[in-house]
């Protein structure tokens, strides 16, 4: 397999991070989205979305979108779970991670750490609006969190995986994690699990 990805991309840590606790052989292909990389014809023709992360499977296709691609990697797995009601709650936040977190606490890191905010009111109402609905999204994990060990049947599943991968560092977004005690102890408990990488653990690096 080939994981075409840019290294700062939480999306693209996602599928690393299964990758790794699954033990899967994979190429791996930095490109930087800052410099138009994924916008080229070349890689248009993979994914004509023009985004990060992308998986080329061994078969030749290509499967593009980050939570797709951990649904495929994690059939068959313990990260994905036997029971109907369990699978559909992780489809239940695989969806909030995309609806109502991703856009709300990765904007901000991308904004404040990789393209870096224009100094002006606009931006700084825009990004405040967005901080705000992170920590909406936050403050509903926690509550979740104070009374499990993860997000479906007390196991670490790949919902896990997708609300980690942003979560873990939303401080580069402006956001105060001590505000959220279960999601620190949450955060470390998927630190423990066996094969897990850091974000920026990539081939190359």
Same mark, same amino acid.
């Given at each position: 397999?080939?994981?075409?990805?840019?290294?700062?991309?939480?999306?693209?840590?996602?599928?690393? +991070?299964?990758? /790794?606790?699954?033990? !899967?052989? &994979?190429?791996?292909?930095?490109? @930087?989205?800052?410099?138009? =990389?994924?916008?080229?014809?070349?890689?248009?023709?993979?994914?004509?979305?023009?985004?990060?992360?992308?998986?080329?499977?061994?078969?030749?296709?290509? +499967?593009?979108? /980050?939570?797709?691609? !951990?649904? &495929?990697?994690?059939?068959?797995? @313990?990260?994905?779970?036997? =029971?109907?009601?369990?699978?559909?709650?992780?489809?239940q936040w695989l969806f909030f991670e995309q609806y109502s977190h991703e856009p709300n606490v990765a904007t901000p890191r991308f904004w404040l750490t990789i393209k870096g905010m224009n100094d002006t009111s606009f931006?700084?109402?825009?990004?405040?609006?967005?901080?705000?609905?992170?920590?909406?999204?936050?403050?509903?994990?926690?509550?979740?969190?104070?009374?499990?060990?993860?997000?479906?049947?007390?196991?670490?599943?790949?919902?896990?995986?997708?609300?980690?991968?942003?979560?873990?560092?939303?401080?580069?977004?402006?956001?105060?994690?001590?505000?959220?005690?279960?999601?620190?102890?949450?955060?470390?408990?998927?630190?423990?699990?066996?094969?897990?990488?850091?974000?920026?653990?990539?081939?190359?690096?």
């Amino acid at each position: 397999m080939i994981l075409y990805d840019d290294p700062r991309s939480g999306n693209g840590y996602k599928a690393r +991070l299964l990758l /790794s606790h699954l033990s !899967l052989p &994979y190429r791996y292909v930095p490109l @930087d989205i800052m410099r138009g =990389e994924t916008r080229t014809a070349q890689f248009l023709k993979k994914n004509p979305n023009g985004r990060i992360p992308l998986l080329e499977l061994d078969e030749g296709y290509f +499967l593009a979108e /980050s939570n797709a691609i !951990l649904y &495929y990697l994690s059939q068959g797995t @313990d990260y994905w779970p036997a =029971e109907r009601y369990a699978r559909a709650q992780v489809m239940q936040w695989l969806f909030f991670e995309q609806y109502s977190h991703e856009p709300n606490v990765a904007t901000p890191r991308f904004w404040l750490t990789i393209k870096g905010m224009n100094d002006t009111s606009f931006d700084r109402e825009l990004l405040a609006q967005k901080q705000r609905a992170g920590n909406d999204a936050l403050a509903v994990m926690d509550g979740h969190l104070a009374r499990r060990t993860f997000f479906v049947v007390d196991r670490y599943t790949i919902a896990d995986i997708a609300l980690y991968a942003y979560t873990h560092i939303a401080d580069e977004g402006g956001f105060d994690l001590s505000r959220y005690p279960a999601v620190v102890s949450w955060l470390q408990r998927v630190r423990e699990q066996p094969g897990h990488v850091t974000i920026d653990a990539w081939e190359g690096a």
